[in-house]
C-alpha cells in the first residue's frame, strides 16, 4: 500500500503514519508538509501512484480564498494516474464535509481522527 500524507503538523503526520501502518501491511508511506510539497510527490510518484491520500486543508495561505488543501485536491484530479486513488480530507476546517461532496473525496473531522482512530478503518475495507 503506498500512501501519501500531506500535513504542515508534524505530529499529525506522525500520528497518520501509525494509523496507516496499524491498518496496513507493508506499507511505503511518504510526507509532506504543505500542498505544494505533497505536489510535487505527485509529480514524482505519477508512474506508480499513491493508493491512498491523505490531506490537511489549512496549511499554506498561498492559495486565498481557497484552503491549500483544496488546491492540492485539484491538482491530484488532473492526473489520470490518480483516478483510483482514494484521497481523504482529515481536518478541522467547518466546512470540511461541503469541500468533500463538492471534489467527490472521503473526509475525517481532525476531532474524530484524534479521538476515534477506527474511523480510519473504511480505507481497508
Do not use: C
Request: avoid cysteine; charge should be negative; aromatic fraction near 14%.
Amino acid at each position: 500500500m503506498k500512501i501519501l500524507i500531506v500535513d504542515d503538523i508534524k505530529g499529525w503526520r506522525d500520528y497518520h503514519s501509525y494509523i496507516m501502518n496499524e491498518l496496513f501491511e507493508n506499507t511505503e508511506i511518504q510526507t509532506a508538509e504543505s500542498a505544494r510539497e505533497g505536489y510535487d510527490k505527485i509529480l514524482e510518484n505519477n508512474e506508480i501512484p499513491f493508493d491512498i491520500i491523505i490531506t490537511d486543508m489549512q496549511m499554506e495561505s498561498d492559495f486565498e480564498p481557497k484552503y491549500a488543501g483544496e488546491w492540492f485536491i485539484e491538482q491530484i484530479k488532473t492526473f489520470k494516474n490518480y483516478k483510483n486513488t482514494k484521497i481523504v480530507i482529515i481536518s478541522a476546517a467547518y466546512n470540511i464535509p461541503t469541500i468533500a461532496e463538492n471534489y467527490g473525496v472521503d473526509y475525517i473531522r481532525k476531532g474524530t481522527a484524534r479521538s476515534f482512530p477506527d474511523a480510519y478503518n473504511f480505507l481497508n475495507e
